[in-house]
Structures are given as C-alpha cells and as structure tokens.
C-alpha cells in the first residue's frame, strides 16, 4: 500500500526500478534469493577479510603479520561491493519497504561508521600497523578502531536480519 | 518421521520459537553471526592456501580456528533452535542436506589442509600444487553453504506438518 503522503523521489526511484527493468527481474522465480545469496556470500568475504583483520588487530588473534594480511582487504572490497550492488538491487525493486524501514536506517548509519572508521584507520593509523611484527600488539587507537569496524559489521548483519521483521507497507 | 517431526511442533520449545515475536529474529541474528565467523574464518584460510597473502606464515592461520569454532558453535545451536520452531519446512527439504553436506566438506578440507599442509610450512617446505586446487574447492565450498541456506526459505514444500 503506497501512502499519500509518499514524497515524489520516493516515487521516481520505484518507477525506475520498474523502467528499468530491475523490478521485473527481482521478481523473477530466482531474481531475489540469487541477490540474497550474492548479499550474504559479500557478507561472508567482508567478516574474511577485513574480520579477520580487526580480530588480529583487536589482539584477540596473534603470530599473523598485519601488512600480510592485509593482502586480504581486497576480497573485502570486493565483497562490499557485492553487498552494495545487490543492496541496491533490493532497495529500487522495493523502495518503500526499505527507506522507511528503521532497521534499513540504522544500517544505514553503521555502514556510514565503517566507512569514517575505515578512513580513520588509512589517515590515521595504517603505516604504524603494518610495521608491526606478527606478534607485536596494535597501539591504542588501532584496537578502538578494529572494534568499531568488527562491532559495526556485525551490526550491520544484525540490522539485514531485522529488516525482514520490520515491512511498513507490507499488506 | 512425520510423526516425530509433528511431536517436535508442539512441545513448548517449537511453540515458543514460533510464538514469541523476539526469538525466531533473536536466534537468526545469532545464526548469521555464527556463519559468518565460521565461514569468515574459512574463507580466510582456503584463500591464503590459494596463494593470497603469501607473506603471511601458513601455519599461523589457525589462529583463527578458535574464531571458526565459536562460530560452528553459534550457527549449530542457533541452528537446533531454528529447526526446532520448524522441523518439517527443513527435515522435508533437500537442500537442508545440501547445505550441511557443502559445510560438512569445506569444515574436512580445512581440518586436511591444517593436517597435511600447516606442518610443510612450518618445516618451510614448498606446497604441492594441489593444495591450490584443494583451497579453491574449500572455498567453493563454503559459497555453497552459505548459498544453500539462503535457498531454504525459497524452496521449502511445507511450514508445519500439524
């Protein structure tokens, strides 16, 4: 059910989707649960790599050289970009159930932390990390950093989850 | 079988993970937890036996099998709780076999690859070619877990068989 008070933008995005065509195929037999599967598997790749990197940055894991493994982050790129197309994907076949959708919001908001984190980690603290031995332990704010990106994505898993609980105009 | 999967619907773990409007979400975040850090864990594991970030000591990845095992451990138990509310919707449909089958092979290719190939590399012996092969297949694997549980809301033939 589409609201009145529906803004225009709102309105173009779902008509799009359906000029476009994306709306017909993610309605297809195999269109959204080939998306979900895309989705989850850049999920899967993200918590590989840039995980698996917080985790040993956090010192919850050692005897790992962090410039090595940063070798990794790529597949996380790759997988966030998995994750954003098909994001995408979902949000112009259904624009209504997501924008308005708290959870889709908060996901929002934690991707935008990742992200400023992220940029936090390569302003800030990067070269540091990656002169570190296998053993040796992150500096102070290396470890913050590594929390809130680890703390952000699985918020973020939290939050995919969540989505389908919450369906505003689901009739 | 049906009739212990029709006895399993109605004791008060089943009612209660399908009744109570927190737990099936409640358990399911913890299952994507769960399979993520185990196939997270994995996938970094079959990708350096592939030859990425070569720099990094092969052996020492099995750090991260304390991470897999906390995962494995959320993902079965939220697992259990998930087929306790619906028995039939899972136990009725192939792909739930798939799916522990995909996840049952890459877990035996890693605990191979640790087996066999963790020792080489610390004696510093070069890998034989097939642990390439045997890491790509590991990671196809894991794709195919994970692809095959998103598959099992979409092709399952019943919800409840009471």
Known sequence: MIPHDTPPFLLAIGQWGIDSGIYALMNTRWGWPIAEIVHFLGLCLLMASVGMFDLRMMGLVKGLSMKALHRLVPFGVAGFSMCAATGFLFVVSSPLEYIYNQAWQLKMVLMAIAGINMLAFYLAVSKRVHALGPDDKAPLAARIIAVVSLGSWLGVITCGRVITAFRPFME | ?162
């Open chain 2, 1 to 162: 079988m049906m009739d212990a999967l029709r006895w399993i619907e109605q004791t008060p773990l089943s009612l209660f993970m399908r009744e109570d409007f927190y737990a099936y979400f409640v358990v399911l975040i913890f299952h994507a937890w769960g399979m993520a850090f185990l196939v997270g864990g994995g996938m970094a594991i079959s990708l350096r036996v592939m030859g990425v970030a070569s720099g990094a000591r092969l052996e020492r990845f099995a750090v991260f099998f304390p991470v897999m095992w906390i995962g494995a451990v959320l993902a079965i138990v939220s697992g259990l709780l998930l087929l306790a509310g619906y028995p039939a919707k899972a136990l009725t449909n192939w792909v739930f076999a798939l799916k522990f089958a995909c996840l049952g092979g890459a877990g035996f290719l890693i605990w191979r690859i640790a087996q066999d190939y963790f020792p080489m590399a610390e004696r510093g012996e070069e890998l034989p070619k097939r642990a390439r092969w045997i890491g790509a297949a590991a990671f196809l694997l894991w794709c195919a877990g994970v692809a095959c549980g998103k598959l099992l809301l979409y092709t399952n033939k019943m919800l409840l068989l009471s």
